[in-house]
């Protein structure tokens, strides 16, 4: 399986974008830290017992430079080391700028979609 990640806007709140399918459907929004964006490339993921979160996420392998790239849920972008968080919205947040809404229900339903599967690709690229 492929997906897409397609990133737009970047600010001080976070590099967000949208989450797609090999036909183009947008299956959800992402967001990772402005300041430790992935390199645009195409990445082999394999799913991935997270010490850190204690859950399986996907890990992206041979991410330049980066070791445990995951891909997981998150509302903040201070609440990533380096990795994509997956919602279904974003909206403004008084504090914070930005955050990324119902971060469980994109990943669930990321996590059900891909789980026929042991690896995927996902190309990340800029708009």
């Given at each position: 399986?492929?997906?897409?990640?397609?990133?737009?806007?970047?600010?001080?709140a976070g590099c967000f974008g949208?989450?797609?399918?090999?036909?183009?459907?947008?299956?959800?929004?992402?967001?990772?830290?402005?300041?430790?964006?992935?390199?645009?490339?195409?990445?082999?993921?394999?799913?991935?017992?997270?010490?850190?979160?204690?859950?399986?996420?996907?890990?992206?392998?041979?991410?330049?430079?980066?070791?445990?790239?995951?891909?997981?849920?998150?509302?903040?972008?201070?609440?990533?080391?380096?990795?994509?968080?997956?919602?279904?919205?974003?909206?403004?947040?008084f504090d914070k700028g930005l955050?990324?809404?119902?971060?469980?229900?994109?990943?669930?339903?990321?996590?059900e979609l891909t789980k026929p599967?042991?690896?995927?690709?996902?190309?990340?690229?800029?708009?």
């Open positions: 399986m492929k997906f897409f990640v397609e990133r737009g806007d970047k600010g001080k949208t989450l797609n399918d090999e036909n183009g459907a947008i299956i959800c929004s992402t967001m990772e830290r402005t300041d430790m964006i992935i390199p645009a490339g195409e990445y082999e993921c394999e799913r991935y017992d997270s010490p850190h979160l204690g859950y399986i996420v996907w890990r992206l392998k041979d991410v330049p430079g980066r070791t445990n790239i995951e891909i997981h849920k998150a509302n903040w972008q201070d609440q990533l080391l380096g990795c994509i968080a997956l919602g279904m919205a974003v909206q403004p947040d955050e990324l809404v119902r971060s469980r229900d994109a990943f669930d339903k990321f996590m599967v042991d690896k995927i690709t996902i190309v990340i690229h800029d708009r």
